[in-house]
């Protein structure tokens, strides 16, 4: 008993040292699996309540759950796989599209057998999957996502005349421009929010990058016809509120623009909707969501999905308790309890319906249906750190021909991705 109680002290106070225990009955030392998890990603109750059902089932396991900050570590992680292994994380959760940075350094195992044959890959969210590939083979584990819905103002809508959510982009428009009178604007977008822009230029069948077959080169595409078109739906649609042309989401956060109670509509995963009521707790109740919408009623817009996968390092010298983990944290039961605890969208689509009954989880769920992911090369990183995407939205917005920005950004996305420059 004592030796469970030590076990559940070190997940629970989300301790950084391992705690590798000894059997009170004089036995031999039990394996320890050390798990790294992000901040915030998982409850403490959450964590409590996982281990104690994982070590009942695996009573030779004591797992040892680190919390680590996403400040710092992906050079963190980097140095986990080059080490030895024998103090190391042996599972660790990562964002979904950080897997191609870690698994091109052929540091991570090759989970693609496990993924057909035991975690039902062919349900999983694209968005959480393909990003978990590299040259073909399942590195990536997916875990929990979310994604960007409509946040919206149903007071506002009623008053507008607007009965119910749009399902197309033209209803969508229509009903924005109903919205955006008077002192209330229809929508609250930022001129730099890429990521929404992304979603627009996967619908038209765009792509921010594409690459010249398996392992070849990468290039910029936001120059296509598609991607264009995509980058039009967002001029209309933001010329419907006063967001700023060269800014993103975050300056100012548009949680606190809408909260000030003359914003119809935002575009925000549906937790920031606890933000907006700190500040205005006069919101609560008028309040809604729905899904981004597509082209056409019966299929949601294309999203960005974001949140996080597993990997497991080639490194580790617990490999068979490294899969338990794993198995049992993408599994139904302990991935629909996360889910409904933290206000996610489980890793596979069937499961939807099992999170059912609270709005901003359904609109996200239905999204993430159509979820999608950056390009899967691990010098993606260097394109967000640079983002020539954001420059070029602010001069689209600012009257600039889009063609030729849009051929300046894509030649500064290829220069970025070509492994010559790195």
């Known amino acids: 008993m004592r030796r469970r109680l030590l076990a559940l002290v070190c997940v629970s106070a989300s301790v950084l040292s391992g705690c590798g225990l000894i059997s009170g009955d004089g036995g031999s030392e039990r394996r320890t699996v050390t798990v790294w998890l992000m901040k915030d990603s998982a409850s403490q109750d959450f964590l409590k309540r996982f281990t104690e059902d994982f070590e009942h089932e695996h009573p030779d396991i004591d797992l040892d759950i680190r919390i680590q900050e996403w400040t710092g570590i992906g050079d963190k992680v980097q140095s986990a796989l080059k080490a030895d292994g024998t103090d190391g994380p042996d599972v660790i959760e990562v964002g979904n599209t950080q897997v191609p940075q870690y698994a091109e350094g052929g540091r991570l195992q090759d989970l693609t057998l496990e993924s057909m044959r035991d975690w039902g890959n062919r349900d999983w969210l694209p968005g959480l999957s393909e990003p978990g590939q590299w040259m073909s083979q399942q590195f990536g584990i997916p875990w929990y996502a979310a ?10 809508f009623e008053q507008a005349g607007v009965n119910e959510p749009p399902r197309t982009r033209e209803e969508w428009l229509s009903a924005t421009e109903k919205l955006d009178k008077g002192s209330d604007q229809g929508i609250y977008l930022a001129g730099q929010d890429w990521y929404t822009l992304s979603g627009f230029i996967w619908d038209e069948g765009g792509e921010l990058a594409v690459q010249d077959g398996e392992g070849g080169v990468w290039s910029g595409a936001l120059d296509s016809e598609e991607a264009l078109r995509g980058m039009d739906f967002y001029r209309e649609l933001q010329a419907l509120g006063d967001g700023p042309a060269d800014a993103d989401e975050e300056h100012p956060p548009q949680t606190g623009v809408f909260a000030k109670g003359q914003v119809a509509q935002i575009i925000a995963v549906p937790g920031q909707v606890q933000t907006i009521l700190r500040e205005n707790p006069a919101l609560k109740g008028k309040i809604g969501f729905f899904s981004v919408p597509g082209k056409k009623a019966d299929k949601p817009g294309a999203v960005f999905t974001g949140g996080s996968d597993l990997v497991v390092p080639k490194n580790t010298d617990q490999q068979d308790g490294a899969l338990a983990v794993v198995d ?68 689209v917005l600012k009257g600039a021909n889009a063609k030729s920005e849009a051929r300046k950004a894509s030649d500064r996305i290829t220069e970025l991705l070509d492994v010559n420059t790195r």
């Open 147 to 156: 994604n960007r819905v409509v946040i919206y103002r149903k007071d506002l």
């Open 328 to 395: 049992a944290l993408v599994g139904t039961k302990w991935n629909t309890d996360l889910a409904r605890a933290m206000n996610y969208v489980p890793n596979k689509k069937s499961l939807a319906k099992d999170v059912s009954g609270e709005e901003g989880i359904e609109a996200m769920a239905a999204g993430a249906a159509q979820g999608r992911a950056t390009p899967g090369t691990p010098r993606w990183g260097a394109v967000e750190a640079d983002n020539p995407i954001k420059e070029y939205m602010t001069k």
